[in-house]
C-alpha cells in the first residue's frame, strides 16, 4: 500500500519564477495538506484540501495556491518566487478524522 | 494562541543511554491532540503518537513512552535504552479541537553514538 508520493523530489528555481508541487495521497484519504519546512525550523501549515476545495489556511501569502483534483491528489502552485521560498514542502493525507500521513517532501531551491 | 515549545535543540547519547525530549505546549482550547513525530534524515516525517487533551493516561510502545501531563502542559516522549536508529529530529505537534492544522515546535536533534 503507497504511502503519500511527492514529487519531484528535488527542484531548483530563479527569482520571479513559478512552480508547481505535485501530491499523491494514500490510499483512502481525501484530505490533503501542505506544509512548508524551512531548514532548521518544524514545518508551518500553508492550507488543506478537502472536496476539491480549501478548507483552511495558515499564514502565508497569496502567491501560494492550491488544487485539489476528483481523485484527491493535489498540486501547490507558488508564483513570483523569492529567495525565502527555498524550503522542502511537504504534503500530508488524512481519512479526514486525524491520523496524518506524511510524504517525503520536495526540497525546493530559490537561486 | 497556540504554541509548541521545544527547548532542547540538540541531544547527543551514547547508545542504550536513556534520553527523554520536553515538549510544552499553549493552547486555550480545552479539546486538542498531540502528537509526535520523527524525522529522519529522508525528510519524511513518520507518525509516533496522538494523544488527546483527555486522555492524561501514559503510554508505552516497546522502547517508547509519553508522559502527558495537563498541570504542566507538557508532554515528554522518552526512549529507554537508545540505539542508533533512533537519531532523526524529533518534532512536538498541537492541533486544536476545530481545526486539522498542525502546530509543530521546532524540533530536537538527537544524535546516538554507538
Known amino acids: 500500500d503507497a504511502g503519500v508520493t511527492q514529487s519531484p523530489t528535488h527542484l531548483i528555481k530563479t527569482r520571479g519564477q513559478q512552480v508547481t508541487l505535485r501530491c499523491s495521497p494514500k490510499s483512502g484519504h481525501d484530505t490533503v495538506s501542505w506544509y512548508q519546512q524551512a531548514l532548521g525550523q518544524g514545518p508551518q501549515f500553508i492550507f488543506q484540501y478537502y472536496e476539491e476545495e480549501e478548507r483552511q489556511r495558515g499564514n502565508f501569502p497569496d502567491r501560494f495556491s492550491g488544487h485539489q483534483f476528483p481523485n484527491y491528489s493535489s498540486e501547490l502552485n507558488v508564483n513570483a518566487l523569492l529567495l525565502g521560498d527555498s524550503a522542502l514542502y511537504l504534503c500530508a493525507s488524512s481519512p479526514g478524522t486525524g491520523g496524518y500521513t506524511f510524504g517525503s517532501g520536495t526540497r525546493l531551491t530559490v537561486v | 494562541a497556540q504554541k509548541v515549545t521545544q527547548a532542547q535543540t540538540e541531544i547527543s547519547v551514547v547508545e542504550k543511554e536513556d534520553v527523554t525530549l520536553d515538549c510544552v505546549y499553549e493552547t486555550r482550547d480545552t479539546t486538542y491532540y498531540l502528537f509526535w513525530y520523527k524525522q529522519p534524515p529522508s525528510g519524511e516525517l513518520v507518525f509516533l503518537i496522538r494523544?488527546?487533551?483527555?486522555?492524561?493516561q501514559n503510554e508505552i510502545s516497546g522502547r517508547y513512552s509519553w508522559n502527558f501531563q495537563k498541570s504542566t502542559s507538557s508532554f515528554n516522549f522518552t526512549i529507554t535504552a537508545s540505539q542508533v536508529v533512533d537519531s532523526a529530529v524529533y518534532f512536538c505537534a498541537l492541533s486544536e479541537g476545530d481545526t486539522d492544522k498542525l502546530i509543530f515546535g521546532t524540533g530536537t536533534r538527537l544524535q546516538v553514538f554507538p
Open positions: 494523544r488527546n487533551s483527555f486522555d492524561e
